[in-house]
């Protein structure tokens, strides 16, 4: 028997409510005409309260307008885009942020199309950095840790990805630095921020971080710095945490077995052997590159394992490793944004990246800083956050990076600053 919406004892005859049907509320069949009317009508002159069924029509009205608040605040290419998981974005972006004319620029900065004309032409083989280069990439890394660090210490249920760019746009213009994503290819912010099911270049904007997000910050510094990390936005759920656990470890055992004289393909046979026994899924679509005065250049670095990537690592060779790990498949889809990667089951993604360069015996990671002075940074960050009242990561949270300079950013870099260079 179908009991009846309205005074729920009667048996409900074949009588339905006209709105719910047109707002698609199933089931809302009443016993009779009296009974209908008595639970949708509001008795002005009794001042009884609003009919139980009446309430209904106003929550689910309700409901439907805010998500309709939430379509109209997207540009109207995307209004109609069938999104892959629960993230949504917030419009409108704020505008683009200014850097001062004294900060030396990369090529692209002021391209009405962000078109890099160095990376146009395609290098025949792989730079080969000297002794000069490499000590301009470590200084531009060194730059890029300390701003990934920084803008990392805000994470937090409320802040926005937007407050986020900001915070890490002051820190490369602090530093006399260029945010390297900043007009590339025109990537309309100085960060690439992605949450949850975003895999990456997810773009900043106005949505608040909210407790049990993960996000990715992925900051690169002109010429060039690269590097990122996940971080948990307050306790998140199991599944989540061991995501982030798993892609740091492939990332650090792919970079234990770098020296002259292995071929790059090995990287990925070495992730794929971190990652498949979990049953996670590795990102095809992306990958690692060269990184110098070029943003991005060769090598390509994949991921996965199984590859017939050729190449040979060489001493003076720099390049990243940052691979994108999903929890279900490795298929992905684009927001209609030109840039946001999302996965297309709309499961979470984590990633990390570290720039690598290649020694006489073997790597350093440029995107990390020296151990010797990595005690010292922590007690300068902790007392720093305290004075500002922000939330430091917690141990075993840090961040990786990446880096990047040739005879150009040799020059360039004399202009960076370092924070306790001497």
Request: aromatic share 6%; hydrophobic share 30%.
């Amino acid at each position: 028997m179908t009991t009846c919406a309205g005074c729920g004892e009667k048996e409900a005859s074949r009588l339905e409510c006209p709105n719910c049907k047109k707002l698609g509320i199933a089931g809302s069949f009443f016993c009779d005409q009296d009974c209908f009317k008595k639970s949708c009508k509001y008795q002005m002159i009794t001042s009884e309260p609003l009919g139980t069924h009446k309430a209904i029509h106003s929550i689910v009205q309700l409901a439907a307008q805010n998500e309709a608040n939430k379509e109209s605040t997207l540009p109207a290419n995307m209004r109609n885009y069938k999104f892959t998981g629960p993230l949504r974005p917030v419009y409108p972006l704020s505008p683009k942020r200014i850097v001062p004319p004294h900060i030396r620029r990369p090529d692209y900065a002021d391209h009405p199309q962000g078109v890099s004309a160095i990376e146009s032409t395609r290098e025949k083989r792989i730079r080969v950095l000297n002794a000069e280069e490499i000590e301009a990439m470590r200084v531009v890394c060194r730059l890029g840790r300390e701003v990934l660090d920084y803008t990392a210490s805000f994470i937090k249920p409320g802040i926005t990805t937007d407050e986020l760019d900001k915070i890490c746009h002051q820190a490369c213009v602090e530093r006399n630095a260029y945010p390297s994503p900043l007009n590339y290819a025109r990537f309309p912010k100085s960060v690439c921020i992605s949450v949850n099911e975003v895999i990456c270049h997810g773009i900043p904007d106005q949505r608040p971080l909210v407790e049990g997000d993960i996000v990715n910050l992925d900051v690169s510094l002109c010429f060039h710095s690269d590097l990122n990390a996940t971080y948990p936005v307050g306790k998140i759920d199991e599944e989540s945490a061991d995501l982030i656990a798993i892609t740091k470890k492939s990332v650090e055992e792919s970079i234990a077995i770098c020296k002259p004289g292995v071929p790059y393909r090995e990287i990925g046979n070495k992730i794929e052997e971190i990652v498949r026994p979990k049953g996670y899924s590795i990102v095809r679509r992306y990958t690692g590159h060269g990184v110098h005065e070029r943003f991005h250049c060769e090598p390509n670095i994949v991921h996965y394992g199984g590859s017939k990537m050729p190449g040979k690592m060489e001493a003076g060779h720099v390049f990243t490793i940052e691979p994108m790990i999903n929890l279900g498949t490795a298929n992905l889809d684009h927001w209609k944004d030109d840039w946001t990667a999302v996965t297309l089951d709309g499961r979470r993604s984590a990633q990390f990246e570290e720039t690598i360069l290649i020694t006489e015996t073997g790597y350093e990671i440029l995107t990390r800083p020296p151990p010797a002075s990595s005690s010292h940074k922590k007690k300068k960050k902790k007392s720093k956050s305290k004075a500002n009242g922000t939330a430091t990561p917690k141990e075993g949270e840090e961040t990786p990076e990446v880096g990047t300079p040739t005879g150009e950013v040799a020059d360039g870099v004399k202009e960076l600053e370092v924070n306790g260079a001497a």
